[in-house]
């Protein structure tokens, strides 16, 4: 992988507890948080005295070389915002500068955390479609804008070996967005429910109170029955 190759930029705890509908009890789970990248939510979590773990490609980068990989999408993410503004919900940020700003401030919330994480297991390079787990180690298992957001360059295939690894792993899977990056609804969610069902697992589309994209404020829940 090349760091290039990506755009890392993190969500908070907050943002994380309103895509997939978090509740206290879910927050005891043992969360494997998949494409994490610099989010700040396993650090904000840790330090409540939750257990998570998170995997993503970039953790095999250090400190130094994250921040300036975040740093340089910076204008590139801003000015594409700034380009179809009417396509996003402006509830929760006071225009794309004000966004940039959390996001760059929730990178560095993530980077005092990484070395430290990285030392104790917490932050793993690791990269869908096939993690280093063991069956069933997970129970809650949370994938923020990567699967479906990203339609246009993942497969199907990959879609659907993506899901069913971490349905290997964790006992429950939520995913958020349904949306690509162009606001639509990705052309993927239909077959992977279709392949989910055949399968036996439990697959349903379910509200949530955050909405940045519009139309984004679904989340896909997903059950061993
Ligand atoms: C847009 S960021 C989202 C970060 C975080 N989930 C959030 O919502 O704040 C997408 C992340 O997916 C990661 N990623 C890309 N390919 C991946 C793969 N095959 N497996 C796991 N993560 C991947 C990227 O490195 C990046 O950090």
């Known amino acids: ?102 996001r760059l401030a929730t990178m560095e919330r993530f980077l005092l955390d990484y070395e430290a994480g990285k030392i104790t297991g917490r932050y793993l390079p690791q990269s869908l479609p096939k993690l280093e787990f063991a069956d069933n180690q997970f129970e809650l298992c949370l994938c923020s804008h990567l699967l479906f957001l990203y339609s246009d360059k993942l497969s199907l295939d990959f879609h659907v070996a993506s899901i069913n690894e971490l349905l290997r792993i964790s006992k429950e899977v939520r995913i958020f967005p349904l949306l690509n990056l162009d606001c639509e609804l990705s052309p993927y969610l239909e077959p992977v429910i279709q392949d989910l069902l055949s399968k036996g697992f439990s697959a349903s589309v379910q509200p949530v109170a955050y909405e940045f994209q519009k139309g984004g404020n679904q989340m896909l829940k997903i059950n061993v029955l």
């Open 1 to 102: 992988m090349k760091l290039n190759e990506v755009v890392p930029w993190g969500r908070t705890l907050e943002e994380y507890k309103l895509m997939f509908n978090l509740s206290e009890t879910d927050l005891r789970a043992t969360i494997l948080g998949c494409g994490d990248g610099p989010a700040s939510f396993n650090a904000e979590i840790t330090e409540l005295g939750y257990s998570v773990k998170s995997i993503d490609p970039i953790y095999q980068f250090s400190a130094p070389q994250i921040r300036q990989r975040v740093q340089e999408t910076y204008e590139q993410v801003i000015s594409q915002l700034n380009l179809n503004p009417n396509r996003y919900v402006w509830k929760h940020f006071n225009g794309a500068e004000e966004l940039g700003q959390v």
